[in-house]
């Protein structure tokens, strides 16, 4: 069975740094490109960017890049979402989730097929 | 940037049937995919590829897409079906979420 692990809230004040994590369970992990999608409270789903885990090769959505790091540890079968400076803005709760049926020679195309619990990250001063 | 437009609210009565839109530029070209979220729950995905569910996915869910509109319908609605509903689609190798459609079976 897939199952993608989140860790846990944070409560962190703006200018601090954070990384969270996902953590998925099979052997494929490796095989599938792992999303990552902010919900900000009361509003909808945003897709941030994907990563392969396999080579390390990421996609940023224009609305996202150069705001986080995606990055992953193949070997942990873990996924990290990054900031190097949080903002107020930033309080959201933030999703990963893999990527089925996605071939990025093709062009694009896939969806959400398994998510992770979220992890709700608080920025307040 | 591409856009998918829902309504943000989609009144039905139980057991009748209901349909939520996504509208955006030339989406029946595309693949749309529909999402549900219960307050609390992480997304699940209801229709992938226009019109295929998922194992597990009753029939009572479809899905359509053509010209600029794709419909996720619900038949039979249920209490159980009280969500929010997100279609999404792809566009220039990235990925759009509609603004999602809250569904009231009343």
């Known amino acids: 069975e897939v199952q993608l692990v989140q860790s846990g809230a944070e409560v962190k004040k703006p200018g601090e740094s954070l990384k969270i994590s996902c953590q998925g369970s099979?052997?494929?992990?490796?095989?599938?490109?792992i999303a990552w999608v902010r919900q900000m409270p009361g509003k909808g789903l945003e897709w941030m960017g994907i990563i392969y885990p396999g080579d390390s090769d990421t996609e940023y959505s224009p609305s996202f890049q150069g705001q986080v790091t995606i990055s992953v540890d193949k070997s942990i079968s873990t996924t990290y979402l990054q900031w190097s400076s949080l903002r107020a803005s930033d309080t959201a709760m933030y999703y990963c989730a893999r990527l089925a049926e996605y071939n990025p020679s093709s062009g694009g195309e896939g969806f959400f097929d398994y998510w992770g619990q979220g992890t709700l990250v608080t920025v307040s001063s | 940037s591409y856009e998918l437009t829902q309504p943000s609210s989609v009144s039905v009565s139980p057991g009748q049937t209901a349909n939520i839109t996504c509208s955006g530029d030339e989406l029946g070209n595309k693949y749309v995919y529909w999402y549900q979220q219960t307050p609390g729950r992480s997304p699940l995905v209801l229709i992938y590829r226009d019109n295929r569910r998922p194992s597990g996915i009753p029939d009572r869910i479809s899905g359509a897409n053509s010209g600029n509109t794709a419909t996720l319908t619900i038949s039979g609605t249920q209490s159980v079906d009280e969500a929010d509903y997100y279609c999404q689609a792809w566009d220039s190798r990235t990925v759009f979420f509609g603004g999602g459609t809250k569904l009231t079976v009343l």
């Open positions: 099979g052997s494929s992990f490796n095989k599938y490109w």
